[in-house]
Structure formats: structure tokens, C-alpha cells
């Protein structure tokens, strides 16, 4: 047991000896002190950093909470030859570098980045619930506010063990990684919102290592420094034409007015949670969406629409609303969980009410064709008289009229406000409109000339074969007189016929001419019989 201590201080001296040497060649520069003030008359000797950031910038992003860590940490935000060092967040405190902005400022100018000071039983609970998540999510809202994506930077992970701890215990990389895209996340949607699709490869290339001695220590430190040198994001970019101090300031002093987004832990997960129950809810009723789409392209009515719609909204409401109740109580998931509630409820009634548009429309042709086609069917009968014909038709136009209300009021979705009120007036007008033009319509004027040529081409049907007799009387009554008076009559009965004719003229000296000298006779009868035979 003295041996191992031994070996622990002998670890941790080493340890202080590698991360003070830099002070032999350059002398340390405080940025902010540790009451969290900015120390604006600080200066940074030009050889500090190379003006191309050829020499890249690392960040060491100590713990205030972990006692013999093997970096050992600091109070103040230091800048020690190339690298800073800045204390991490504390789950006591949420003002001034114990929030952990001294950290998120100098890890969003930094190249590289060291978390230190993460122990084994950190990571096995998950490090969203312990200061380091919380110093995480402050650098991530930093970079984030600040926009400066698309240049990742290396994110180093050290996770600490004790050098007398059995071997057989393993690091699970990709948990931690898992963990820390979990709380990017959750920054994310609160600093960007819930419809930012940022992903954490875009700022950081997350790596995991395993530190159980000064040795160690080292490694990752090189690791870090070799990453930084070799970084496609380099400080000056983020700096510009800044001097460095100058560039850490207007970022300290950002993030020290910015809103605490250092415990997205249960606000992340409600969010998240309410994005799962927005798909999920709607994904419910797409289904049926889907099916009442379908049957409305092919111009067809859904059964009972305006109730089964009404229904379905309720229903995914309510679904949403129980998947993220949790998330009511929290201010800032509320708001979220609100907007996004909005979202759906937007999606569901903007996709009923087009559905309720469609129907309504396919109702009015249904309705109109069914009407003209009745008044077809009528000139058919009693034929175009302008008056008569208005007047009865005046029945059938308010049928037609009675028959789409009773439809229409079944689409009907009072809760949005979809009624029947504007249709049935758009319909009431048309279907007026169809009755008065109508006679003048190309459908009646095509219907009145079939009718003419059926009745002009009309042709007696053939038969089997039939034998008809007609009988014609033709009858001359010539009574005494000179021709004054002169008079026909006639009559028929089926194929027969009678013809009388009487004519004054038997003393005229003409006619008696023409009869040889002689009175025409009185009476004159000439009887004619036909015979018609079909075969």
C-alpha cells in the first residue's frame, strides 16, 4: 500500500513538472481571474501564438471537482505558452467560470481540446449528468452562437483510472461519444432550434483516452498538440486580424450575457422526446390520411368525413400531448414542446382542410352533372318552352339543391371552422345559373336536333307482312246557276277518305259545251279503292 502512494505522488509530481515547464521558457498570462473578471490590461507576447496558427492552440479544460486528478486543476483562465488552461463547470455554482464559460471560450478559439479530470465512474453514469457534461454544453453553445462549422477541431476525452485499479476494466469509446453527441444535441435544439439539423462531426472530432500515469499525460498532450498543429481550422480564422486576447474577450463577454444552456440534460431529452412524439403522432394518422387521399383522387366521397376527421385530429393531439407531458413542466422544453405541438397541429389541419376543399369540389360536379342531366331528361318529355320549362324545373333545381346540403354537412369539420355555408351559396348560384342557360346550352341544342331528325327520318318499322285496303269517294254535286258558288268538303277516317265538291255551274254555256249540249248531271260519284301489299 506505501509503495503505491509512493508511486501516485511520484506520478502526480512528474505530472506537475510537465505541465509547469512551459513556465520556465514563457511566463503565464491571466485572462480572467478567479472571481471570473476579464483582465483587460492582459497582453500576450507575440511569439505566443504563430500569426499563420502554423503552431495550432490548445485548450486544457481542467476539473474543479476532481481531487489527485492527473491534470491538475486551475482557478483561473491561463494562458501558458501554447496552451490554455481554463477550469471546467461546477455542479455547485452557475455564475462566472464556475458555469464553465472560461472553458467554453477557450475551447471555441482552441485548435485541440483536452477535457480532463474524467474518472471511470463518470463515464459509467453517463456524463450528461456530471460537470463535464455541463462544461461540454457550454463550449458547444459557444461554437454554435458563434458559427463557426464546417473546420472540426479534436476534442480529447481523457478519462482517468487509478494506476491500481484491475485491469481487466474497459473504456467503452463509443458510449462516451454517443453520450457526448447527446448533449450536442440538446444544445443544439435549444441555441438553434428544434428544426437545426447540426451535427457534432461539424465542429468536433471526438476522441477517447484512456490516462492511468504522467506517461500518459503525455501522450495525450502531444496527441493534442499534433492534432492542433495539423487542424484544418486554425485560430486565426476564428480570430481574424484580432490579437488573441482581444478575440477570448469578445467571446468571454458573449457567452457571459448568453442564456445557461449548461444543464441540457433533462431539457435535451424532452425535446428530443417531443420530435419523437411529433413523428410518431403523425406517423398514426398518415395511414389514414393516406387511404382518404387516395379514394378523393378517383372522386370519391369519404364516408362520413367531417366526423372521422374530426376524430383522427383529436386523437393525435391527444397522442402527442401524453408522450410529453414531462416536458410540460420545464420552462424552456415547454416553449419547444408548444411550438412543436403548433407544428402538428398546423401539418394536420392544412392536410384536412385540403382534404375538405377536394370533397367539397367533387360534391359540386357531382351534383351539377346530376342536375343537367335531369333537365335533359325532361326537354326529352314536355320539350323547350321557355316558360313552362323554367317553371318546372324549379322543383328539381331545389332537389338538387336539398341533395348536396345533406351531403355537404356530412364533410363538415366544425372545429376548424369547414362548414357548408360558402358551397352551398356557390352551388345555390350555379345550379341557377345551369337552369337559365340551359336552353341556349350545347347539350340542349344537340338534344332538340336529334329530336327534329327523328321525327322528319321517322320510317315505319319493318314487318312481317300485312295487305291494306283504302277506299277514296270522290263526289261532284253540280246544281243550276252560272258558276258563283263554289265549295269543297272533305273527311277521313284512317287510309278512307270523302271528298264532296259542289260547284253551281249546269247552266253555264261552257260546261254544257264540254258535256255535248247536254245539262252536266247533278250528281257525280267516283268511288276509288286501293290495295297495298307488303311481302
Same mark, same amino acid.
Given at each position: 500500500?506505501?509503495?503505491?502512494?509512493?508511486?501516485?505522488?511520484l506520478?502526480?509530481?512528474?505530472?506537475?513538472?510537465f505541465l509547469?515547464?512551459?513556465?520556465?521558457?514563457?511566463a503565464?498570462?491571466?485572462?480572467?481571474?478567479?472571481?471570473?473578471?476579464?483582465?483587460?490590461?492582459?497582453?500576450?507576447?507575440?511569439?505566443?501564438?504563430?500569426?499563420?496558427?502554423?503552431?495550432?492552440?490548445?485548450?486544457?479544460?481542467?476539473?474543479?471537482?476532481?481531487?489527485?486528478s492527473?491534470?491538475?486543476?486551475?482557478?483561473?483562465?491561463?494562458v501558458?505558452?501554447?496552451?490554455l488552461?481554463?477550469?471546467?463547470?461546477?455542479?455547485?455554482e452557475?455564475?462566472?467560470?464556475?458555469?464553465?464559460?472560461?472553458?467554453a471560450?477557450?475551447?471555441?478559439?482552441?485548435?485541440?481540446?483536452?477535457?480532463?479530470g474524467?474518472?471511470?465512474?463518470?463515464?459509467?453514469?453517463g456524463?450528461?449528468?456530471?460537470?463535464?457534461?455541463?462544461?461540454?454544453?457550454?463550449l458547444? #453553445? !459557444? %461554437?454554435?452562437? &458563434? =458559427?463557426?462549422?464546417?473546420? @472540426?477541431?479534436?476534442l $480529447?476525452?481523457?478519462?482517468?483510472?487509478a /494506476?491500481?485499479?484491475?485491469?481487466?476494466?474497459?473504456?467503452?469509446a463509443?458510449?462516451?461519444?454517443?453520450n457526448?453527441?447527446?448533449i450536442f444535441d440538446?444544445?443544439?435544439?435549444?441555441?438553434?432550434?428544434?428544426?437545426?439539423?447540426?451535427?457534432?462531426?461539424?465542429?468536433?472530432?471526438?476522441e477517447v483516452?484512456?490516462?492511468?500515469?504522467?506517461?500518459?499525460?503525455t501522450?495525450?498532450?502531444d496527441q493534442?498538440?499534433?492534432?492542433?498543429?495539423t487542424?484544418?481550422?486554425?485560430? #486565426? !480564422? %476564428?480570430?481574424? &486580424? =484580432?490579437?488573441f486576447?482581444? @478575440?477570448?474577450s469578445? $467571446?468571454?463577454?458573449?457567452?457571459?450575457s /448568453?442564456?445557461?444552456?449548461?444543464?441540457p440534460?433533462?431539457?435535451?431529452?424532452?425535446?428530443l422526446?417531443?420530435?419523437?412524439?411529433?413523428?410518431?403522432?403523425?406517423?398514426?394518422?398518415?395511414?389514414k390520411?393516406?387511404?382518404?387521399?387516395?379514394?378523393?383522387?378517383?372522386?370519391?366521397?369519404?364516408?362520413?368525413?367531417g366526423?372521422?376527421?374530426d376524430s383522427?385530429?383529436?386523437r393525435?393531439?391527444?397522442?402527442f400531448?401524453?408522450?410529453?407531458?414531462?416536458?410540460?413542466?420545464?420552462? !424552456?422544453?415547454?416553449?419547444?414542446?408548444?411550438?412543436i405541438?403548433q407544428?402538428?397541429?398546423?401539418?394536420?389541419?392544412?392536410?384536412?382542410?385540403?382534404?375538405?376543399?377536394?370533397?367539397?369540389?367533387?360534391?359540386?360536379?357531382?351534383?351539377?352533372?346530376?342536375f343537367?342531366?335531369?333537365?335533359?331528361k325532361?326537354?326529352?318529355?314536355?320539350?323547350?318552352?321557355?316558360a313552362?320549362?323554367?317553371?318546372?324545373?324549379?322543383t328539381?333545381l331545389?332537389?338538387?339543391?336539398f341533395?348536396f346540403?345533406?351531403?355537404?354537412?356530412l364533410?363538415?369539420?366544425?372545429?376548424?371552422?369547414?362548414?357548408?355555408?360558402?358551397?352551398?351559396r356557390?352551388?345555390?348560384?350555379?345550379?341557377?345559373?345551369?337552369?337559365?342557360?340551359?336552353p341556349?346550352?350545347?347539350?340542349?341544342k344537340i338534344?332538340?336536333?336529334?329530336?327534329?331528325?327523328?321525327?322528319?327520318?321517322?320510317?315505319?318499322?319493318p314487318?312481317e307482312?300485312?295487305?291494306?285496303?283504302?277506299?277514296?269517294?270522290?263526289a261532284?254535286?253540280r246544281?243550276?246557276?252560272f258558276?258563283?258558288?263554289?265549295?269543297f268538303?272533305?273527311?277521313?277516317?284512317?287510309?278512307h277518305?270523302?271528298?264532296?265538291?259542289?260547284?253551281?255551274d249546269a247552266d253555264?254555256?261552257?260546261?254544257i259545251?264540254?258535256?255535248?249540249?247536254v245539262?252536266?248531271?247533278?250528281?257525280?260519284?267516283?268511288?276509288?279503292?286501293?290495295?297495298?301489299?307488303?311481302?
Open positions: 500500500m506505501t509503495t503505491s502512494r509512493s508511486k501516485g505522488a506520478a502526480l509530481l512528474l505530472l506537475s513538472s509547469s515547464s512551459s513556465s520556465t521558457h514563457a503565464t498570462t491571466t485572462l480572467v481571474d478567479s472571481t471570473g473578471s476579464l483582465n483587460k490590461a492582459s497582453t500576450l507576447p507575440p511569439t505566443t501564438f504563430k500569426e499563420d496558427g502554423s503552431s495550432g492552440v490548445v485548450a486544457l479544460l481542467t476539473s474543479p471537482g476532481t481531487t489527485g492527473f491534470f491538475p486543476p486551475v482557478t483561473t483562465v491561463i501558458d505558452g501554447s496552451i488552461k481554463a477550469p471546467g463547470a461546477s455542479l455547485e452557475s455564475t462566472g467560470l464556475a458555469r464553465g464559460i472560461g472553458a471560450a477557450a475551447g471555441t478559439l482552441a485548435d485541440a481540446v483536452v477535457l480532463g474524467v474518472t471511470m465512474g463518470d463515464v459509467e453514469g456524463l450528461a449528468g456530471t460537470r463535464h457534461g455541463r462544461t461540454l454544453a457550454e458547444f #453553445s !459557444s %461554437v454554435l452562437q &458563434s =458559427k463557426k462549422s464546417g473546420s @472540426a477541431s479534436t $480529447i476525452v481523457a478519462v482517468e483510472e /494506476s491500481g485499479a484491475s485491469s481487466s476494466s474497459s473504456l467503452d463509443d458510449s462516451i461519444k454517443e457526448i453527441e447527446e440538446g444544445v443544439a435544439a435549444l441555441v438553434l432550434g428544434v428544426n437545426d439539423e447540426e451535427e457534432l462531426s461539424g465542429y468536433f472530432n471526438v483516452a484512456l490516462v492511468k500515469s504522467s506517461e500518459d499525460v501522450k495525450v498532450m493534442a498538440a499534433k492534432a492542433a498543429a487542424s484544418t481550422k486554425s485560430s #486565426s !480564422s %476564428v480570430m481574424g &486580424s =484580432k490579437p486576447s482581444t @478575440a477570448f469578445e $467571446i468571454y463577454s458573449t457567452l457571459s /448568453s442564456p445557461d444552456y449548461a444543464d440534460t433533462p431539457v435535451a431529452e424532452a425535446i422526446a417531443c420530435n419523437d412524439a411529433y413523428s410518431r403522432a403523425f406517423g398514426m394518422s398518415r395511414a390520411i393516406a387511404s382518404w387521399k387516395h379514394r378523393a383522387s378517383r372522386g370519391l366521397l369519404v364516408d362520413k368525413f366526423m372521422n376527421a383522427l385530429l383529436q393525435t393531439l391527444d397522442l400531448d401524453r408522450d410529453t407531458m414531462a416536458a410540460a413542466g420545464l420552462p !424552456s422544453a415547454g416553449e419547444q414542446r408548444l411550438m405541438r407544428r402538428l397541429q398546423q401539418r394536420m389541419e392544412k392536410t384536412l382542410n385540403d382534404l375538405f376543399d377536394v370533397q367539397m369540389g367533387i360534391l359540386e360536379k357531382k351534383t351539377l352533372k346530376k343537367n342531366h335531369s333537365l335533359l325532361k326537354m326529352s318529355k314536355d320539350g323547350l318552352d321557355s313552362q320549362f323554367f317553371e318546372d324545373n324549379a328539381a331545389r332537389t338538387a339543391l341533395a346540403e345533406t351531403s355537404a354537412a364533410l363538415e369539420i366544425p372545429s376548424l371552422s369547414l362548414t357548408k355555408s360558402n358551397a352551398v356557390d352551388v345555390t348560384g350555379k345550379l341557377n345559373n345551369a337552369l337559365m342557360t340551359f341556349d346550352s350545347p347539350a340542349a338534344k332538340a336536333m336529334k329530336k327534329v331528325e327523328q321525327t322528319v327520318s321517322k320510317k315505319k318499322k314487318s307482312g300485312s295487305i291494306d285496303l283504302a277506299l277514296d269517294v270522290v261532284m254535286i246544281p243550276d246557276g258558276g258563283n258558288l263554289q265549295g268538303a272533305g273527311y277521313q277516317l284512317g287510309p277518305s270523302v271528298t264532296v265538291g259542289c260547284h253551281n253555264d254555256p261552257q260546261v259545251a264540254q258535256f255535248g249540249g245539262r252536266p248531271p247533278f250528281i257525280r260519284v267516283q268511288p276509288k279503292l286501293k290495295l297495298e301489299v307488303e311481302l
